[in-house]
């Protein structure tokens, strides 16, 4: 009945009802926003970056600096993203950037303390420019 109904619709030239929403989402899923925009597939990552290995850089960046708002699966989302041949490697490429980085802000981290426990000259030594 139902299809009788559309057909005599469409041949009078009538106005035609939208179709029923579907139940389920037409994409993927949104994984996470990045520099505002939605990251839902590989395509994504690399308009929001301009290229893949440019967002991979920032994602390490963002990791090992002081993001408090990352989900606790973050590094798990962005492997979604990776297609499953490149997986391993990917890990791999992934944790040495990470662990470099970490590198990186301890080494920064020590020189910054190290500069704070020197002794700072007395009043008389700022004042005459000499040890007291």
Known sequence: MKLHYLRVRRVRGLAMPLPPMP????????????????????ADAVEASGSWEGFLFDMA???????????????QLVERLVPRAELQAHREEM??????????????????????????????????????
Not at 61 to 75: C, E, K, Q, R, W
């Open 23 to 42: 139940k389920r989402p037409i994409g993927p899923p949104v994984l996470f926003a990045f520099r505002d925009v939605s990251i839902r597939t590989r």
């Open 95 to 132: 944790g040495d950037l990470i662990r470099a980085r970490q590198g990186a802000n301890l080494r920064h981290l020590r020189q910054v303390l190290d500069e704070a426990r020197r002794p700072k000259p007395g009043l008389v030594a700022r004042l005459f420019g000499r040890a007291a």
């Open 61 to 75: 960046d963002i990791y090992t600096g002081d993001a408090v708002d990352l989900p606790s699966n973050f590094l």
